[in-house]
């Protein structure tokens, strides 16, 4: 017998064994043969009941507002960028993460600064940092927010798409 192979094979059924553990089950070891592919992370997460971003989405679509945009996709990500000009804006990408209540709740996973930028050092939220967002109703309208360091941040965002001038005017979501 191949000696890391069995060390592989031991090695998958104590996780086995871990997560139904935390399942609330006490596990039963069988003598049935474990495939050599490795677990992934995504079985393992299944396994565990974890969510994944595709599995939160309670909203899809793009809003903007005064030099912000926000876009949620079907996938569980989502870009918010803030905009100075053509040329200088800082966009966070986002993973949406589950949260209880009606808010939206994103995870920033990657920070990217486009010419000088638009967010100042004390407006970036870090890695990791979230972004909540919740939707009016009946306009779909977003109001963001954010934090870094101790500043807390928001933004109201219009739809993308229905709106007219007067609309876009009461709201204030003008470009």
């Given at each position: 017998?191949?000696?890391?192979?069995?060390?592989?094979?031991?090695?998958?059924?104590?996780?086995?064994?871990?997560?139904?553990?935390?399942?609330?089950?006490?596990?039963?070891?069988?003598?049935?043969?474990?495939?050599?592919?490795?677990a992934t992370g995504a079985a393992?997460?299944?396994?565990?009941?974890?969510?994944?971003?595709?599995?939160?989405?309670?909203?899809?679509?793009?809003?903007?507002?005064?030099?912000?945009?926000?876009?949620?996709?079907?996938?569980?990500?989502?870009?918010?960028?803030?905009?100075?000009?053509?040329?200088?804006?800082?966009?966070?990408?986002?993973?949406?993460?589950?949260?209880?209540?009606?808010?939206?709740?994103?995870?920033?996973?990657?920070?990217?600064?486009v010419g000088a930028g638009a967010?100042?050092?004390?407006?970036?939220?870090?890695?990791?940092?979230?972004?909540?967002?919740?939707?009016?109703?009946?306009?779909?309208?977003?109001?963001?927010?954010?934090?870094?360091?101790?500043?807390?941040?928001?933004?109201?965002?219009?739809?993308?798409?229905?709106?007219?001038?007067?609309?876009?005017?009461?709201?204030?979501?003008?470009?």
């Amino acid at each position: 017998m191949n000696i890391v192979g069995a060390g592989r094979n031991l090695g998958r059924v104590v996780v086995a064994a871990a997560v139904a553990t935390a399942l609330g089950g006490a596990p039963v070891v069988t003598a049935t043969p474990v495939a050599d592919a490795p677990a992934t992370g995504a079985a393992l997460g299944a396994a565990a009941g974890v969510l994944a971003p595709a599995d939160v989405v309670r909203e899809t679509g793009s809003w903007f507002a005064h030099g912000r945009a926000l876009d949620l996709r079907d996938d569980g990500t989502g870009t918010f960028a803030s905009w100075v000009g053509a040329f200088d804006g800082t966009r966070l990408q986002l993973r949406l993460v589950p949260a209880p209540g009606e808010a939206t709740v994103a995870e920033v996973t990657d920070i990217e600064t486009v010419g000088a930028g638009a967010l100042a050092p004390d407006e970036t939220p870090g890695l990791g940092g979230l972004v909540t967002v919740t939707f009016g109703d009946p306009v779909r309208t977003a109001h963001v927010e954010w934090t870094s360091g101790p500043r807390r941040l928001s933004a109201d965002l219009c739809p993308v798409e229905g709106l007219d001038v007067e609309q876009m005017n009461v709201l204030r979501c003008g470009a």
